[in-house]
C-alpha cells in the first residue's frame, strides 16, 4: 500500500507560476518511478511529466516542455512539479503517480498508485 497526497495547487493568472508537490507513504518511494498527469472536465487523462526512480531521467510532454520541470527528494518521499509560464489550457486537475518500474512511462496504465487530485486553474 502506498498513499500520494498532492498539494500546491490554486488559482494563478496567466504567466504565472505554480510548484505541486507529492508526498509518499507507505512503501519505499526511492524504487518508484514516478509521474505527473492531469485531466480536464470531458477529456482523457493527459501525461505531463515523469521521472525515474534515481532521478537521472525525466520526461516531458511538448505542451509543457520548457516550462515545467519534474524533480524528486527521495530523502523526503516527495516528487515535485514546478510550473512556470502558466497557460489557461494548463487548467487541469492534476494527479501524481507512482509506478514500481526503473524508467519512465507516459501510460496511465503502467502506474500502480495515485494521488487524490489537486485543482490548478490559470485564468487569462
Known amino acids: 500500500q502506498v498513499q500520494l497526497v498532492e498539494s500546491g495547487g490554486g488559482l494563478v493568472q496567466a504567466g504565472g507560476s505554480l510548484r505541486l508537490s507529492c508526498v509518499a507513504s507507505?512503501?519505499?518511494?526511492?524504487?518508484?518511478?514516478m509521474g505527473w498527469f492531469r485531466q480536464a472536465p470531458g477529456k482523457e487523462r493527459e501525461f505531463v511529466a515523469g521521472?525515474?526512480?534515481?532521478?537521472?531521467?525525466?520526461y516531458y510532454a511538448d505542451s509543457v516542455k520548457g516550462r515545467f520541470t519534474i524533480s524528486r527528494d527521495n530523502a523526503k518521499n516527495t516528487v515535485y512539479l514546478q510550473m512556470n509560464s502558466l497557460k489557461p489550457e494548463d487548467t487541469a486537475v492534476y494527479y501524481c503517480?507512482?509506478?514500481?518500474?526503473?524508467?519512465?512511462?507516459?501510460?496511465?496504465?503502467?502506474?500502480?498508485?495515485w494521488g487524490q487530485g489537486t485543482q490548478v486553474t490559470v485564468s487569462s
Open positions: 503517480a507512482a509506478a514500481r518500474i526503473y524508467s519512465v512511462s507516459s501510460r496511465p496504465g503502467v502506474y500502480d498508485y
Open positions: 507507505g512503501r519505499t518511494f526511492s524504487n518508484y518511478a
Open positions: 521521472i525515474s526512480w534515481s532521478g537521472g531521467s525525466t
